[in-house]
């Protein structure tokens, strides 16, 4: 007897400094424009349902005892919505999320996940049965690519060719774009320098943007074919010394390094800095290139 006691006893004190120790919210009527009287009713009713369903919270019915408050806002957009919920708490910041709403009848997810995400200050809260149908065909419509034809110039620099003297590059590309922040690059490039050293390669590159404003640095891996080419510098009467030229063909790699500027126009203009090597060899050396271009993209 005095066991059953002792637990009941327990359970009441955990229930005690439970309720105890869970916040207060008070919940703020709901400013909207575009909703009737009775969505906003609704939208008020959901808001307090969704708070007493959180544990750690408890509903208050005044806003004078009440230790944070829920206010929130609703603007309709078309056939849309969009949901703005702040949590005000004294001596502390305020917290705001907001969602997009495809229809009404999603309202309901759409508070939950609102409530929960400014009570418990983290933007990531979303369950598996709280996916909007919005979120849903974001996960499997396509994104309309960007396709732009690429001409680039600039100096450049030969090594493994005895080439001495800077040389002329040349680059004419086609570019997709895979979502805001990839960019796939299928380019021809052609080097050549006052000693008639050559150097031409197809490549095949992914390009990655690191930020998605007008102006952005970005990097680009390619793999392709090059094809490398150096006179063997015959002494004495050499009718044919264009064609005695030591020769390389083969796989090679090359990385970019760039920036690209105008990214919202339709017109695109890049500064790029790019190193290809050669995995083939002349006389045992690897011919590899530097260059330095200014690329327009249309």
């Not at 490039?189 to 000693?195: A, D, K, M, V």
Request: neutral net charge; hydrophobic residues 40%; aromatic residues 12%.
């Amino acid at each position: 007897m005095r066991l059953l006691s002792l637990t009941c006893l327990v359970f009441c004190l955990m229930f005690t400094a439970g309720a105890a120790w869970a916040d207060s919210i008070f919940v703020k009527p709901v400013q909207s424009r575009g909703l009737s009287a009775d969505e906003e009713g609704t939208v008020n009713d959901l808001l307090k349902m969704a708070v007493g369903r959180e544990s750690k919270h408890s509903l208050s019915q005044e806003s004078a005892g009440a230790e944070a408050t829920l206010s929130g806002q609703i603007v309709k957009l078309g056939n849309a919505y969009l949901f703005t919920l702040r949590k005000e708490r004294s001596g502390r910041n305020t917290v705001q999320r907001e969602l997009k709403v495809a229809s009404f009848e999603e309202m309901d997810v759409v508070t939950s996940r609102l409530v929960r995400s400014v009570l418990s200050e983290d933007s990531n809260v979303a369950q598996v049965d709280e996916v909007t149908e919005q979120e849903t065909k974001a996960n499997t419509l396509r994104l309309k690519s960007v396709r732009q034809f690429q001409f680039g110039f600039g100096p450049a620099w030969m090594s493994g060719l005895r080439a001495v003297k800077p040389a002329s590059a040349f680059s004419l590309g086609y570019s997709w774009s895979l979502e805001q922040d990839y960019e796939l690059l299928t380019m021809f490039e052609y080097l050549s320098n006052p000693e008639s050293a050559t150097f031409s390669s197809l490549s095949l590159g992914m390009g990655y943007y690191f930020m998605r404003s007008r102006h952005s640095p970005f990097v680009m891996a390619d793999f392709g074919y090059g094809w490398a080419a150096v006179p063997t510098g015959c002494e004495g009467l050499c009718l044919a010394e264009r064609w005695n030229r030591d020769r390389a063909s083969g796989w090679g790699l090359g990385a970019s390094l760039g920036y690209k500027f105008f990214r919202t126009s339709t017109v695109n203009v890049s500064l790029v800095g790019r190193y290809e090597y050669l995995l083939d060899t002349i006389r045992d050396e690897h011919p590899a290139k530097t260059t330095v271009k200014l690329v327009l993209s249309f």
